[in-house]
């Protein structure tokens, strides 16, 4: 309920209409969404859950069984030229994104999608251009951007807390059954690209990558990457879908304290040569701030108002190049230099500090 003020002695309220949002993909990931959707609605009524797509009947009658009765369908064209339909949570399969994310957007609706944003970097262009060009919104579901523990971890190196940053570990792990049709890389080095950039405020300059896969025609099930960026800050990444212990973990170690962060638990660690500290911090829900947030970035553009969107396709796009830069290092054997627009623009000019590394040697 919104009130607006036209004078002192004049009040209006106004009953905002909810946000349609539509699901498309009901799999794991997007069995989560519908509960947060429905959650939001419930709670908030910002949002309303207006229809779920699969094209899986038996998908949908699970879904059927756990929410009840919804607009279910096994396929989403008919919401192209629904005006009622504004906005689309795009959960279906990696190699989908960018064909499901581009009708919907040539179609004017505001879309999310799960990262990655696109398997290609041109085609994570071409999404960011469309969007553009429609005056839509596009977000990628980066939730660690919504995450209290990175949030924290973020503002104790901006401290300087922890002295000068040397090196950041990821530790990316957990145990799948072989899969035929996906990669290590592209299923989990999305998160640790774009926390270290939050942390850092930079992308890697080099990649080199290393993995294999080792269970029959499984692909890549485990890589190692070495970020490099400027100022000699290295981030060391591990991904795996064979170690028995999942792990959602990052280690900045610095040159006073190290710090540790376990992601899933939101619980931060800081650790000096005296005392080891726990930094209190409240745990979010990521996945509910981050779908709250959209329909925030919809309603202001929607009003013309000018918003800040925290997960943009830019940022998408840029994971989805540093992706394709780790799959050619460890196709190619080799170190590879990132190309970025703004990656590319530091390095024809001077050397560049950074802030996060006081002394140079």
């Known amino acids: 309920m919104d009130v607006l003020v036209i004078s002192q002695e004049q009040e209006v309220v106004i009953e905002m209409m909810p946000l349609n949002i539509s699901v498309v993909g009901a799999g794991y990931w997007g069995k989560k969404v519908i509960r947060e959707i429905l959650n939001i609605s419930q709670t908030t009524g910002r949002v ?6 699969d094209n899986s009947p038996t998908i949908l009658e699970q879904c059927r069984k756990e929410f009840g009765p919804l607009n279910y369908r096994l396929n989403y064209h008919d919401l192209l030229s629904d005006k009622a339909a504004s906005v689309a949570h795009i959960c279906s399969p990696n190699n989908t994104h960018f064909e499901v994310a581009s009708k919907f957007l040539r179609s004017r609706k505001h879309v999310l999608v799960e990262k990655p944003l696109a398997l290609r970097g041109r085609e994570a262009d071409e999404l960011v251009r469309l969007a553009d060009t429609t005056h839509r919104v596009l977000s990628v579901g980066h939730v660690h951007r919504f995450n209290n523990g990175v949030k924290e971890l973020k503002r104790v190196i901006d401290s300087g807390v922890l002295g000068d940053i040397y090196y950041l570990r990821f530790r990316w792990t ?6 035929k049709d996906r990669d290590v890389i592209t299923d989990l080095g999305p998160h640790p690209f774009d926390i ?21 025609e499984a692909g890549d099930e485990v890589a190692f990457i070495t970020a490099e960026h400027l100022d000699g800050v290295n981030a060391s990444i591990e991904l795996s879908w064979l170690d028995m212990e999942k792990h959602r973990d990052v280690t900045v170690v610095g040159s006073d304290a190290v710090a540790r962060l376990d992601c899933l638990d939101q619980k931060l660690v800081i650790q000096k040569p005296d005392k080891t500290e726990e930094v209190s911090t409240a745990p979010s829900n990521t996945l509910q701030e981050e779908i709250i947030h959209f329909a925030e970035c919809v309603e202001r553009d929607s009003d013309s108002k000018a918003y800040t969107n925290r997960s943009d396709g830019t940022l998408g796009a840029s994971v989805v190049r540093l992706l394709e830069t780790a799959k050619q290092s460890l196709r190619e054997e080799r170190t590879v230099r990132v190309s970025l627009p703004g990656i590319e623009e530091l390095l024809a000019g001077e050397p560049t500090q950074t802030g996060f590394r006081k002394l140079t040697n």
């Open 196 to 216: 270290c950039n939050n942390l850092l405020d930079i992308w890697p300059t080099k990649i080199s990558c290393r993995g294999r896969g080792y269970r029959g």
């Open 174 to 179: 957990g145990l799948l059954p072989p899969q």
């Open 48 to 53: 309303r859950l207006y229809s779920v797509i």
